[in-house]
């Protein structure tokens, strides 16, 4: 069985800046991939190219097994497309944008309403507002339903909870488990690092650069030392303190506390506690930290720029 999305050594670049540097990946299908990368990573430029928006400068990609180039009209009635940005029509309605979109791709909303069901109950109530008066959760929903509308084999969802809160993003992603279920191969960015556990395997991205591609706890795994979480009130004098600690391979704040990572070889942590409390942080708190996607992508990013 071919992959539903196959990618060989893309490149892109805009003027003197390359937007992506030999990107290859595949995405299986029925496999909930996800990009994960901060703004400006690449992740746009390359979901334009994939949905056939947008022409590389070099590589190849295929999306069910069609060529992006030669192959586009096939390929855009064979997948959903969910633009970072919303790009409904905010004077229609709500029923009237999904109208729109299912005429456009040749059925109707009862054909396929078994598909939008779960996401389209929550907006029925809203079936009569103008989609540009919706909470932003609400919009997310109802541009994922138009994605949907077609059925498609593949979808494409460019940062979908951008802005949203958190209790609509955790809904989203509810839904997309849901999808995957009944086959339908999804690759989703984001730049918020806690969304790529819920990926069945995840690409790290940085300046147009794949740093590693695996499973969530693949990634997780392949963490480097000793990783140790400290606060004190002085934060950014902390913060200072320990990137010249000799034993600090590197120091980033994440939420309320600093993530410490070990040069080579120190496992101990106990003594750089010791010597942060000697430099007068006396309300030190300081406990083995738990790794995570951030810390990986940290680390991997400072091995780049070495």
Known sequence: MKPAISIQKLNKSYKDEQALKNIS??????????LIGPDGAGKSTLFRILTTLLLADNGEA?????????????IRNRIGYMPGRFSLYQDLTVEENLDFFATIFGTTIEANYDLIKDIYVQLEPFKDRPAGKLSGGMKQKLALCCALIHKPEVLFLDEPTTGVDPVSRKEFWQMLKR????????????????????????????????????????????????????????????????????????????????NATLVEGVTDWKPIEQDMRDKGFDDLVAHDATVGIENVFMQLLSKTEA
């Not at 595949?26 to 496999?31: A, R």
């Not at 295929?62 to 096939?74: P, T």
């Not at 395997?201 to 794949?210: F, P, S, T, V």
């Not at 990783?227 to 600090?248: C, F, G, Q, T």
């Open 62 to 74: 295929e999306v069910m097994g069609l060529d992006v180039v030669d192959d586009f009209r096939n």
């Open 179 to 258: 999808l995957k279920q009944q086959g339908i191969a999804i690759l989703v960015s984001t730049p918020y690092m806690d969304e790529a556990a819920l990926c069945d395997r995840i690409a790290l991205i940085q300046k147009g650069e794949i740093l590693s591609i695996a499973s969530p706890e693949s990634i997780n795994d392949s963490f480097h030392g000793t990783l140790v979480a400290m606060k004190s009130h002085r934060m950014y004098e902390l913060l200072k303190a320990l990137r010249i600690h000799p034993k600090v391979e590197s120091c980033y704040a994440f939420g309320e506390y600093l």
């Open 25 to 34: 990946f595949d995405v299986e299908q029925g496999e909930l991939f996800g």
